[in-house]
């Protein structure tokens, strides 16, 4: 049961984009056809599941006080999850440059500003910070990344549908975007009332 609250809560209650507005910058620049989205989506679950693996590891047998040094070097987190996330991206990048040359070019310069994406770096920190499990933290990384799959995703929706219609101009582009993210955060926070079990 426990498990369950935490995916409920991190892809659909604190949605890393629409509740903790973490990750904004891909969300908004990358959410301009459906198949870009998506792609951009299952890219940043990747890097996510895989960072939390080694980020979890990494703090559990070297940085805690019960690891292997026998020290406390919890005050290295930020910076050495910071070295594994943009391992982990430059190989999604290469794989992605090799074998989906397509996706690759579409996703373009925000492929690698999942390095700088402060959603993977925030799940890494708040599953050291609250102590999870190997197998919480692996569900939390989950609920998190699909979250912002399923938000990029739908936005990536609603723009293709309003690019048919008739939007005043001082809200093109960006602005009725933003106005769209601020309405889909409104609906999410619709998801707060579940009360589960």
Same mark, same amino acid.
């Given at each position: 049961m426990n498990l369950l609250m935490i /995916? =409920?809560?991190? #892809?659909? =209650? #604190?949605? *890393? !984009?629409?509740?903790? +507005? @973490?990750?904004?910058?891909p969300f908004i620049g990358v959410s301009n056809k459906k198949?870009? /989205?998506?792609?951009? &989506?299952l890219a940043v679950v990747f890097v996510i599941f895989l960072s939390n693996l080694l980020t979890f590891t990494i703090n559990y047998f070297f940085l805690e006080e019960t690891g292997l040094f026998n020290k406390d070097l919890r005050y290295l987190q930020t910076i050495v999850f910071i070295l594994v996330i943009a391992s982990l991206v430059q190989f999604v990048e290469m794989f992605l440059k090799k074998f989906i040359k397509s996706l690759y070019d579409a996703l373009g310069v925000y492929l690698p500003l999942i390095t700088?994406?402060? /959603? %993977? @770096? &925030? %799940?890494?920190?708040? !599953?050291?910070?609250?102590?999870y499990s190997l197998i919480e933290g692996v569900v939390? #990384?989950?609920g998190t990344s699909i979250g912002f799959l399923i938000s990029i995703v739908l936005l990536a929706s609603i723009r293709e549908k309003i690019e048919e219609n008739d939007i005043p101009e001082s809200f093109k &582009?960006?602005? =009725? *975007?933003? *106005?769209i993210a601020g309405l889909m955060? =409104?609906? +999410? +926070?619709g998801f707060s009332g579940l009360n589960i079990g």
């Open positions: /995916a =409920i809560s991190s #892809s659909l =209650i #604190s949605n *890393v !984009v629409l509740s903790r +507005f @973490l990750g904004i910058c198949k870009t /989205a998506t792609g951009m &989506g700088t994406n402060c /959603a %993977v @770096l &925030g %799940v890494a920190l708040t !599953v050291a910070q609250e102590s939390y #990384s989950l &582009g960006k602005p =009725i *975007v933003l *106005v955060s =409104i609906a +999410f +926070f």
